[in-house]
């Protein structure tokens, strides 16, 4: 059967250890609880788990957030036409599904970096568009985690080193917990101060209930004097770790926590056995643009550029989304909306 249950999807991601967090079931429940509705579709050697969000008069929006998810080396064995059929077959299949959900329109954020992919291949022009607006942040930064510890301070800002060996000398203590309302309270704190929303106490207490258990997730905190001075929410999948949420106090600030919490979080990934660290988000420019800029700038995410970039890593950009339309005139009401809302932004 194409669509397919919890037990099921988990028996198909088996076979792909390396699949993106974004694509486990346990993302699936975890945006479950939060108004959205989980369809797992497998056509042979392919699959997905798509997200469903309701609209207006029984339609909805599907989002594919960091898939499909296939096979490689079952797919590398098929001659050109057979692979271009496999992925046709997979999308009718998502596509039949969509529809019968009353779908205006299917996102997909591919999980590969930009040119990794054949776009003409798997998103062939006549059935996809390439996308407004992305959900996840397009560009990042990726640190090399299967190095040596030693190495990977190396090829961090000498700043970032000090900063994080003063915190260390100053007694800053890095501790893991499961206890939500410091966290939210910082997030709270962060959010007001650096302009932009958060998600509610039950979204980040759902996270740590749902990933933890399953050492997929850790909450850390550094804590000086007794005070919490920041919170950072680190996930873990496969080899592959993503920073997600982080908060910081106004409070002593001369001390430096965020840069040694961040630090143990790396470290507690490198433990779980992952091999890259993705710092989640920076500004969507060349290198050139962003070194140029980003003194003089604190808008959106050039606000936690400058204290990223001190990390070092590989600077690296994800393939453009792609939408699948099933309704064109709600669809280019969908564009317009979109860019009404860039423009005011």
Known sequence: MPLLDLAQWDAFLSQHPQAHLLQTSAWGEFKGRFGWEVLRVQRGS???????RKLLAGTCL????????????????????????????FWAELDAACRRKRC???????DAWEGELNEALIF?????????QSIQPRRTLVIDLSQPEGAILAQMKQKTRYNLNLALKKGVEVYRDVD???????????????????????????????????????????????????????????QRAWYFYGASSDQQRQVMA????????????????????????VPDYEREVLEGSFTGRSDGLWGVYRFKRGFGGALLRSAAAQDRVYSQS??????WWVGRREMQT
Request: hydrophobic share 45%.
């Open 180 to 238: 939500v309302a410091p966290f939210y309270r910082l997030m709270t704190l962060t959010g007001e101060r650096d302009a932009f929303e958060i998600h509610s106490l039950g979204y980040y207490r759902s996270a740590i209930e749902i990933f933890a258990p399953r050492g997929k997730c850790a909450l850390f905190y550094a804590r000086y004097q007794g005070e919490i001075l920041a919170g950072l929410m680190a996930f873990a999948h496969g």
């Open 124 to 132: 062939p022009p006549q059935r996809f568009n390439p996308s407004p």
């Open 104 to 110: 205006l329109f299917l996102k997909v954020e591919a």
């Open 46 to 52: 392919i699959g997905a788990q798509v997200l469903l």
């Open 258 to 281: 965020p840069y040694l919490l961040q630090w143990e979080a790396m470290r507690w990934a490198r433990q779980q056995g992952c091999r890259t660290y993705d710092l989640w988000g």
């Open 330 to 335: 709600l669809y280019q009401l969908y564009r």
């Open 62 to 89: 599907a989002y594919l957030p960091r898939g499909p998810v296939w096979s490689e080396e079952a797919l590398s064995s098929l001659e050109p036409d057979q692979l271009a059929q496999a992925w046709a077959e």
